[in-house]
């Protein structure tokens, strides 16, 4: 397994209950007083989903710090995700009772080995979401299929502390799509194909009924190598459609959504999409809701980006997906013998360039 890191910017985690099996990932916590709490209010733990559709959390003024008609006491709203490799956890408190507090953290995948050391973090003074006190956390980058032992313990300079143990698995199985390269694609389903197109082609599409829409379309561009093959090229942007939003995912590495810049963190107003910067060369878009992920990172060797799609097995876009990289199936589906990729018009053919020249994006190519 890689060496593992705990990669924070001006971040922390608050600990919340979560039910068993969000996300298709096995998540357990458990919420408990702790060794000094000198607070008697309640705690209300929500998950940020949850909060969205049973409340209006967007104040007309941002100094407000209670919202009409939450709980009495705190309110703590979550949100945790995983991909192959990383795992989320966002967590905002929208009572202000928190604006001074730290988090103490340990995490470890040994459970009976657990560090002695705790590291300390602070409060996101980069990202806040509707007004509130919000901590995140980045954990990663582990094996797929690993498990993810997590201790919190949240303090203010009053005394208050409070407990919270989490686990975490990452994306099990880890099967996206992927592109990169000039350009070498891999479908859902593994198949290994070179496609050296000069337009922009839809690799991914929700073309079946779901509450979720997501479209994935790579751009290439830039021949690489014109000595050795005049023919290659290399995917140069991405953009991504959901219901509410349009992201771009430029070779610079910046990111936009609506037109607007993402600097580190962000969460649309009514939960959709959420976009977090790992480090100076990759970035997660995912939506909690879709129960999807995009990795868009550059290769530090040659320069080359690298576009990774995932769908969570419990995903409502499973067996709903079509595009170059064909279709989302369940991972327990029977195998069945290959019979070519299916085309846009559902013909299936043996021919790439046939199937990449059905996915063109109509006035993309140069």
């Known amino acids: ?4 890191f705990l990669f924070l910017v001006a971040a922390c985690v608050v600990v919340a209950i979560l039910p068993n099996n969000a996300h298709g990932k096995s998540v357990k916590r458990l919420f408990k007083t702790g060794r000094r709490s000198t607070d008697d209010e ?31 006491g705190t309110v703590i709203a979550y949100l945790v995700f995983a991909t192959c490799e990383y795992v989320a956890f966002w967590a905002m408190e929208f009572s202000g ?3 001074d ?5 340990r995490y470890y995948t040994d459970p009976l080995n657990p560090p002695d050391t705790w590291v300390t973090v602070n409060k996101n003074l980069m990202f806040s979401f509707a007004g509130s006190v919000t901590f995140t956390v980045t954990l990663g980058p582990y094996d ?6 997590i201790e919190t313990i949240l303090e203010r300079p009053d005394g208050l502390t409070k407990m919270g143990n989490i686990t975490i698995e990452t994306d099990c199985p880890c099967d996206p799509g992927t592109g990169q390269g000039d350009p070498h694609y891999v479908t859902f389903d593994k198949y290994h194909l070179e496609f050296n197109g000069k337009c922009s082609y839809v690799l991914a599409e929700t073309c079946k009924d779901s509450p979720y829409y997501l479209k994935v379309i790579s751009k290439h561009g830039e021949v690489v190598n014109t000595l050795s093959n005049p023919d290659a090229r290399r995917i140069e942007s991405a953009d991504i459609t959901t219901n ?33 910067m790992i480090d100076n060369i990759t970035s997660i878009v995912f939506s909690d809701k879709g129960k999807w992920w995009v990795e868009w990172t550059k290769n530090i060797r040659n320069k080359r980006n690298i576009l990774y799609i995932g769908i969570h097995k419990d995903s409502d876009l499973i067996g709903k997906m079509c595009g170059m990289l064909g279709p989302k199936l369940p991972s327990n589906a029977p195998s069945q013998s290959f019979i070519g990729y299916q085309m846009k018009n559902g013909k299936y053919t043996y021919d790439v360039i046939e199937l990449g020249n059905s996915y063109v994006v109509p006035n993309s190519c140069p």
């Not at 397994?1 to 593992?4: F, Q, V």
């Not at 349009?246 to 600097?263: F, H, P, R, S």
């Open 144 to 149: 797929p299929c690993t498990t993810v032992y």
């Open 1 to 4: 397994m890689r060496n593992l």
């Open 101 to 105: 507090a730290w988090m103490n953290l």
């Open 97 to 99: 009772k928190f604006v």
């Open 244 to 276: 509410n939003h349009k992201i771009n995912l430029a070779d610079d590495g910046q990111i936009t959504i609506d037109g607007i810049v993402v600097n580190s963190y962000y969460l649309s107003d009514e939960g959709e999409i959420g976009i977090q």
């Open 42 to 72: 309640p705690v209300t733990v929500i998950p940020l989903i949850e909060l969205l559709e049973s409340y209006d959390i967007h104040p007309t003024n941002a100094k407000r710090q209670t919202l009409p008609g939450l709980p009495d």
